[in-house]
């Protein structure tokens, strides 16, 4: 069974930064692109970012909005997926959703809250 | 960048049958995945390219794609269907979604 579980949502302040992870399991990590979506209160998906997988170069694609600021990043050893989250505004605030794929995103974890709050 | 535009809702009767569009330009020439998503939980892949079920999705549920309209169809909508529903695609470096599609069922 595919679990995703993400951590490390939490109440930041703006121009802070924070680090989320994905632990991974039930599927071969190392094969698969993996992304990150959000979805602030009461609104709709938005995607963030996506990682290939190192056999296509491991490279990475970002939305406009946290281009230059947000970091994807994996770890195949740990089968662990994780965004860093810089100079964070109010408007980052969102559940923060780890997925398998990028289009389509077959699998979803249950989403951690970030809060961006002064 | 690439934009996608779904009703913002749909009502449909039991049993009938539910149509959920999603516009884009050139829509046609790009894969379409569907998600649903229920109050308080994270949204499920219904569609992929264009017209595929994964696996334990209902058959109810079908996907079409051409010209600038991709649709998703619910046949014999149930009431456990109604969740707010979004359409997707890659556009050259990024994901787009539409902006969701509240499906009611009464």
């Known amino acids: 069974e595919v679990q995703l579980v993400e951590a490390g949502g939490d109440l930041v302040k703006p121009g802070g930064s924070l680090r989320l992870s994905c632990a991974a399991s039930?599927?071969?990590?190392?094969?698969?692109?993996m992304s990150w979506v959000r979805q602030a209160p009461g609104k709709g998906l938005e995607w963030v970012a996506r990682i290939k997988t190192k056999a296509d170069g491991g490279t990475t694609d970002y939305a406009a909005p946290v281009k230059g600021r947000f970091t994807i990043s994996r770890d195949d050893s740990k089968t662990t997926l994780y965004l860093q989250m810089n100079s964070l505004k109010t408007e980052d605030t969102a559940v923060y959703y780890c997925t398998t794929g990028s289009v389509p995103a077959a699998f979803w974890g249950q989403g951690t809250l970030v809060t961006v709050s002064s | 960048s690439y934009e996608l535009t779904q009703p913002p809702s749909v009502s449909v009767s039991p049993g009938q049958t539910a149509s959920i569009t999603c516009s884009g330009d050139?829509?046609?020439?790009?894969?379409v995945s569907w998600y649903h998503q229920k109050p308080g939980q994270s949204p499920v892949l219904v569609i992929y390219?264009?017209?595929k079920r994964p696996s334990g999705i209902p058959e109810r549920f079908s996907g079409s794609n051409s010209g600038n309209t991709a649709t998703l169809t619910i046949s014999g909508t149930q009431a456990m269907d109604e969740a707010d529903y979004y359409c997707?695609?890659?556009?050259?470096?990024?994901?787009?979604f539409g902006g969701g599609t509240k499906l009611t069922v009464l």
């Open positions: 390219q264009d017209t």
């Open positions: 039930g599927f071969i990590f190392s094969d698969n692109y």
């Open positions: 050139e829509l046609g020439d790009k894969y």
């Open positions: 997707q695609v890659w556009d050259s470096t990024a994901a787009v």
